[in-house]
């Protein structure tokens, strides 16, 4: 049987203006599995989902991550702990290529400078990896929505993530692209990454 990876014990979480997005929530997720938390728009996925990447905080409860109760303070922290979360609204800069925006905010240095040879080099080998057919030298503004939330992914494994949080990833996408986010989520699967997916679409789960 996998380990669990994450545990979330009586998460509850109370908005200041009385709302309760989440009440004593109990859950485990194990390693090197695909999980889906499904429900109807408002019923506090997403909100669950930011409390376990740290851009939310819960008003009760506590989180278990590889068997240690931890308190990140943002989400840096989170993705240095090795979680990733790939946001229903993209957070990519138009006017950059594929490889700056997979890099940013962790590119290499020769010396002071940014290497962006090396930056291209490592993202496309990492495309490579993952069977992503995406062209790092090309501007983001320039790319299909599919191969958008391709460049999220990257971005995420680029930081080494372990468990990836996918909120509503299919809302934007084809059948056909669907499909095709599928079966590399099951490569995933097989590489040892734990999904998190998130939907309302009970025939996707």
Known sequence: ?????????????IYSNG???????????????????????GAGKSTLMKI???????TNG?????GNEV?????????????????????????????QNIVLGSEPK????????????????LAKKYNFDVDV????????????QKVEILKTLYRNAELIILDEPTAVLTPQETEALFEQLKY???????IVFISHKLNEV
Not at 1 to 13: D, H, Q, R, S, V
Not at 62 to 66: A, D, S, V
Not at 137 to 146: A, F, R
């Open 1 to 13: 049987m996998n380990e669990t990876i994450l545990k979330l014990e009586n998460i509850t979480k």
């Open 19 to 41: 709302v309760v997005a989440n009440r004593d929530i109990n859950i485990e997720f194990r390693k090197g599995e695909i999980h889906s938390i499904v429900g109807e728009n």
């Open 52 to 58: 376990i990447f740290a851009i939310e905080k819960q």
């Open 62 to 66: 506590k989180i278990y991550y590889k």
């Open 71 to 99: 308190h990140f303070n943002d989400s840096m922290e989170a993705i240095k702990n090795g979680i990733g979360m790939v946001h229903q609204h993209f957070m990519l800069i138009p006017s950059f290529t594929v490889a």
């Open 110 to 125: 020769k010396g002071v400078f940014i290497d962006m040879k090396s930056a291209i080099a490592q993202t496309q080998e």
């Open 137 to 148: 030298t090309q501007k983001v503004s320039s790319l299909t929505v599919s191969a958008k």
């Open 188 to 194: 995933f699967k097989e590489t040892g990454h734990t």
